[in-house]
């Protein structure tokens, strides 16, 4: 016996067939994985036919022919989005002022698959309903057909025929004008925005409530005028003054601005002061504005008048009131106790007094004194202390502060040196100078030697130094360089191989461990004989083992020879060092490389 239940939530009955494990309702799994893309496997229904029921617009992602290579355009191009803009025109009927009433739309093309999305951006108070139009979709191009949209059918100035409706394409974002200037390789002259159409309602209807609340919509007044509370008062038996009545319809919306100047410079503190007078012709009032120059030191108050009529007499409120056609440049006017005189005016105000047939004079050139600026030196520094602790107490402030550090790279340049003395039990010393880039300190420590009379240890603390040309900097150091260090010099003969890889990194700042500048630098000397075989054969000469390398020693022999070293003026020994390091290994140099870059400094970018 069957029970008639509603088909309602709550009174259903359970369905038999699903409780005895049939599948007639049951949903199977329909999707698979590809190349990690999640693709529909069920059969795809005919297109054509959705589309000649009328369906075609609601047809699922997941019913729709296959993608070729979907799995490749996902991992290659998923999330690519391009935007053009358009619009459609939309039949009017029974106005008698328009025709059609054109809607301005988006159309997004989504290249991982070739679907298609339209939207409206949604107006308040449009009277229309807006949004969505299609979803993301691949959309047919013919009702019949299974052939879809794709990128070579959306053309800046050309149309998209989508369920009925005509969409001209008027210009797209910029990513999206990148990706078909580059990618795509359309021209600039395809990518070259077209003028759209602009129907009669909305232009009307943007004039009128420009009237209305009196906004400018492409100026943010965040004012609104109401003229209804003014109406609403009027049917209440309010009397409404009609005396500006003229003026507003004139010149509602016009401002005359005209720059003041004020010289207090008299009195105790006093200075020159600029204003900016804004007359408004719809009432005639007006308001003074304070014009701040950079560093003015005053409070930050822009208005110093509020809106209003202001009586040529202060002492008579009630008396005549200022109007337009009493300025002049020269003109002075009392503000309250304030002289301000007219000096100049902006291209508005003076066109506007030529059209009433009083043209202002030229602008007003002051003789302005500039003020002096006592200009702060600082003391030398006396070397007491660090000089950043000095410098602190020059800044003006009663409350001694910390300096600020201004720090560098955490690394530590590392020297071995010899100290350059006449007498012969300093001759003998060797000393490590430590540089530290993280605040341009320098320490010197000597190590201990047994029964040499010096006590070893610490020979200078960690400290900054400076010469006569100002403080010492890491461009200071190098192998080779003689340097006065706290009273004494000092000869800088090796590094450590941090250092050097620090300086070759930055040569930059570093001369002579830039390659090419070294090689350049021995080349004004030995290119001469290098183009006549003569240094090859030099070096030859010293290659008794045949390995086309010889050592430092030998390399310095040579230069010597040629008088290119460093006693004769050629570079340090850090530019030695850096032909062994970049042309040999460390202790020896490939003299056939070394020759070879003399010749032609080109072939070390190889």
């Not at 005189?341 to 030529?354: G, T």
């Not at 002051?366 to 007491?384: H, T």
């Not at 300190?441 to 200078?460: A, D, M």
Request: glycine residues 8%; contains cysteine.
């Amino acid at each position: 016996m069957s029970l008639s239940v509603p088909n309602l939530p709550g009174y259903r009955p359970n369905n038999p067939r699903r409780l005895a494990g049939a599948d007639g309702f049951a949903r199977k799994q329909i999707w698979s994985l590809s190349h990690g893309v999640a693709i529909a496997d069920e059969p795809t229904p005919n297109v054509a036919e959705l589309v000649r029921s009328g369906s075609a617009a609601s047809i699922p992602l997941a019913l729709q022919p296959k993608i070729k290579d979907a799995g490749k355009r996902y991992l290659n191009q998923g999330g690519v989005c391009l935007r053009f803009f358009g619009y459609f025109k939309e039949a009017v009927y029974e106005s008698s002022i328009e025709n059609y009433r054109v809607r301005h739309c988006e159309i997004n093309y989504f290249l991982e698959d070739d679907t298609i999305s339209i939207c409206e951006k949604k107006q308040e108070n449009s009277g229309v309903p807006q949004g969505t139009f299609a979803k993301r979709q691949r959309v047919v191009r013919e009702e019949g057909e299974e052939t879809f949209y794709d990128l070579t059918d959306l053309v800046i100035g050309g149309t998209l025929e989508i369920y009925g409706r005509t969409y001209f394409i008027t210009d797209c974002n910029n990513s999206t004008r990148k990706y078909l200037r580059e990618v795509v390789g359309r021209s600039e002259e395809e990518l070259r925005p077209v003028p759209g159409e602009e129907d009669v309602y909305t232009t009307m209807r943007a004039e009128f409530m420009s009237r209305e609340t009196g906004r400018d919509d492409t100026v943010a007044h965040n004012i609104r005028k109401n003229p209804m509370k003014v109406f609403a008062e009027a049917q209440l038996g309010k009397t409404v003054n009609n005396a500006t009545r003229e003026g507003f319809l004139e010149y509602d919306r016009k401002v005359l601005r005209l720059d003041c100047l004020w010289d207090d410079r008299d009195s105790l503190y006093g200075d020159l002061q600029r204003f900016t007078l804004q007359y408004y012709l719809a009432d005639d009032t007006m308001e003074l504005l304070t014009v701040l120059g950079p560093n003015a030191g005053r409070d930050p108050f822009k208005k110093m008048c509020k809106r209003g009529k202001l009586a040529k007499d202060r002492n008579d409120p009630l008396g005549p009131c200022w109007h337009w056609s009493d300025f002049q440049i020269g003109t002075v006017i009392d503000c309250y106790s304030k002289m301000l005189l007219i000096v100049s005016a902006d291209e508005v105000s003076y066109r506007f007094y030529e059209e009433k047939g009083m043209p202002l004079d030229p602008p007003l050139q002051l003789s302005i004194e500039e003020p002096v600026v006592a200009k702060r030196e600082l003391p030398p520094y006396n070397g007491f202390g660090s000089e950043e602790d000095s410098l602190a107490s020059c800044v003006g402030s009663l409350i001694p502060t910390v300096p600020k550090a201004k720090l560098g790279e955490n690394k530590t340049m590392r020297f071995m040196a010899k100290m350059e003395s006449t007498n012969p039990e300093d001759v003998e010393r060797v000393f490590t100078i430590s540089f530290f880039l993280v605040d341009n300190t320098v320490q010197i420590h000597e190590p201990p030697k047994r029964n040499s009379g010096i006590v070893g240890g610490s020979f200078l603390s960690r400290m900054k130094l400076r010469t006569a040309e100002g403080l010492i900097t890491q461009e200071y150091f190098y192998v080779g360089a003689e340097i006065q260090l706290a009273g004494h010099a000092f000869i800088l003969v090796d590094a450590d191989d941090g250092t050097l890889r620090h300086m070759e990194n930055n040569s930059h700042i570093f001369e002579y461990s830039n390659l090419r500048n070294v090689v350049e630098v021995y080349g004004l000397s030995l290119k001469d004989a290098a183009l006549s075989g003569e240094l090859l054969d030099e070096f030859k000469s010293m290659d008794v083992s045949g390995t086309s390398t010889c050592t430092i020693k030998s390399l310095k022999q040579l230069l010597m020879k040629y008088k290119c070293s460093y006693y004769y003026g050629g570079p340090p020994e850090q530019a030695v060092l850096t032909l062994c390091r970049k042309l040999g290994n460390k202790t020896s140099i490939n003299y056939e490389k070394f020759v070879a870059a003399i010749v032609d400094p080109n072939v070390l970018e190889g």
